[in-house]
């Protein structure tokens, strides 16, 4: 891991860039132990054009508990690189004291005694008062929205994302681009795009049919900002099709398509374009690539892997700024584009402490208004828990792991798989569990809780298939989330073993034999991407197992034996 002065010069040399971060500051007064609004947006106004990036929202209106990940590996090239190192070596990587609110933003260790003393974070009306104070410092900064916000709540899926198209809209984003809300189907789409009031953008979405730009996303639209021209890009998730269900958008395709991107970047600049700014929901590793194939790109805004990084990470003369998820984080991006280009940078990661930051009154009366109908649902306490419920991580967490638990008590199985998606919220030991909890990890439009027969074989290729689609070396070939997660299975994973030979020692943990590849064992699982899937909806499933539950306790979990860190 380089040091942050030798990043700088690492960056300046290949861009002839100057650049800079605000968490110098920021880490000083963590060691503190105290912050206040004013301090976290401190910011020294750098350059002539100003940008504000947040993304995967996924839904989450209020102030929550989200926990980093401790185990998040890399492959490859990207092997020890950020933002693949977590707990001590991260804080180490950047000099982030110990049990500082630093360490409690964006590290996992010793999460839940740090989550009792600095309290929530997110909340959209608390990110609305950084928005606002930006904007008040640069009026003109461009608010771009990387996607995953119209997914992940009660409330989002009951007014099939309206909630928070209007409490977005009062934020007045000026771009977003797309993943998880395609999932709400291709007409829903359609109309909601269709009456937005900023551009939704996709150099990316394609007409299946005709394998040409899908009209209603533009590839890219333009900002005059301090005299500069400014063009955005956008590039929706590459991998639709094949990690959420095809069958929902029948009439667009996906894909990276660089070779095109390449094209929108020339022919920007051939319009006058002073700086080029990729709005992105590739993932961190696939934007790294990326910046090295595609030639002509200043910024790259990076979503869908939920990374948040202090200081941008450089990639050949391009800067990734990845600014975490579920509204954690703001990312305050100021540019000096002059004589056609960009000539340096100044960026500042912001937490959105919740009981920091004054929440905009005027978005949060809009935010209650879109709750109230449901508010009595949302509230219901189902039970509680003795143990801190979390999501992240490239093989477990403590709430998938709770999720297995309920399919294969509720739904009489063997073997419980459950899909290594990294939205949700996290709950801390000793706290309440409601319904809007456990709909804030389980909410979709396909989530309906299966129940069938699967060979030891099926299985085995199943874990294989998902292994490629993260351990790739290639990112360009690692197209899911996080690993399937098991319940009564346990296995060996070798990372660095070519597809189809990482997985081994598959084990029937209930009576702790070999999974025989032809015998067939009772699979219960949810968000099959097949389309008539048949099954009670997974929240359902996992309300009805916390009811009988009471308190939940959820055991450490050391079922899967990874090889080759």
């Given amino acids: 891991m380089i040091s ?59 102030p929550i508990y989200f926990r980093e990940p401790s185990v998040n590996i890399g492959v490859g090239g990207n092997k020890g690189a950020v933002p693949h190192i977590t707990g001590a070596d991260f804080r180490k990587a950047y000099g982030i004291a110990e049990s500082s609110p630093s360490h409690y933003a964006l590290s996992a260790g010793d999460f839940s005694s740090l989550a009792q003393g600095y309290g ?64 709400l189907g291709s007409e829903r789409v359609n109309e909601i795009v269709e009456n937005l009031p900023f551009a939704a953008l996709g150099q990316n979405i394609f007409d299946s049919e005709w394998d040409e730009p899908a009209e ?32 929902m958008f029948p009439e667009y395709s996906f894909g990276i398509r ?38 002509g790109i200043d910024v790259i805004l990076s979503g869908h892997t939920h990374d948040a990084l202090p200081e941008p990470v450089v990639s050949g003369s391009t800067i990734i700024v990845p600014s975490g998820s579920n509204g954690k984080f703001v990312s305050r991006i100021d540019l000096d584009v002059r004589d056609g280009r960009m000539m340096g940078y100044r960026h500042k990661l912001i937490p959105i402490f919740s009981d920091v930051i004054t929440p905009d009154a005027a978005v949060s009366k809009l935010i ?21 419920l979390y999501r992240r991580g ?19 199985a063997e073997i419980a798989l459950s899909p290594g998606v990294r939205w949700g919220p996290s709950l801390i030991p000793g706290q309440a569990i409601t319904r809007e909890d456990i709909w804030n990890v389980t909410s979709m439009t396909y989530g309906e809780a299966y129940r069938s027969e699967m060979t030891g074989e099926l299985l085995k290729i199943i874990l294989e298939d998902v292994a490629d689609n993260i351990f790739n070396p290639d990112p360009y070939y690692q197209q899911g ?23 081994s020692e ?34 359902d499933v996992v309300e009805n197992h916390i009811q009988k539950q009471g308190t939940v306790t959820v055991q450490e979990n050391n079922s899967v034996d990874v090889v080759g860190v």
């Fill in 368 to 388: 209650d208004a879109q709750r109230a109908p449901f508010e009595a649902e949302l509230a219901e306490v189902i039970g509680k828990t003795d143990s801190l």
């Fill in 394 to 412: 490239n093989f477990n967490g403590s709430w998938d792991d709770l999720i297995c638990d309920a399919l294969i008590s509720e739904r009489d």
């Fill in 506 to 539: 598959m084990t029937l943990l209930k009576t702790g034999e070999r999974i025989d590849p032809a015998r067939s064992y009772v699979v219960a699982g949810w968000a099959s991407v097949n389309e008539g899937t048949e099954g009670p909806k997974i929240w």
């Fill in 258 to 295: 660089d070779e095109h991107m390449q094209m929108m970047v020339d022919e920007v600049k051939a319009k006058g374009a002073d700086c080029v700014v990729v709005l992105s929901h590739n993932g961190f590793d696939v934007d790294k690539k990326m910046a090295t194939v595609v030639k």
């Fill in 216 to 247: 209603l996303f533009p590839p890219y639209t333009f900002f005059e900002r301090g005299g500069a021209k400014i063009a955005v890009i956008g590039q929706a998730f590459p991998y639709m099709p094949i990690a959420n269900p095809g069958w």
């Fill in 481 to 503: 989330g996080d690993m399937v997660r098991t319940g009564g299975l346990g296995y060996r994973i070798d990372i660095n073993k070519p597809q189809g030979e990482r997985i």
């Fill in 120 to 183: 929530r974070v997110g909340g959209l009306d608390r990110v609305a008062t950084v928005i606002n104070a930006i904007r008040a410092d640069r009026p003109d900064a461009i608010l771009l929205d990387g996607g995953d916000t119209w997914h992940g709540s009660y409330s989002c899926y009951h007014t099939e994302g309206q909630d928070m198209v209007n409490v977005m809209n009062a934020l007045k984003p000026d771009a977003m681009t797309f993943h998880w809300e395609f999932t």
């Fill in 4 to 62: 942050r002065r030798d990043f700088l010069q690492v960056g300046m040399a290949a861009s002839a860039l100057v650049g800079a971060s605000g968490f110098g500051n920021w880490a000083r007064l963590a060691a503190q132990q105290a912050l206040t609004q004013d301090q976290l947006l401190e910011f020294q106004t750098y350059g002539n054009v100003s940008l504000i990036h947040i993304t995967d929202i996924h839904a989450q209106l209020k």
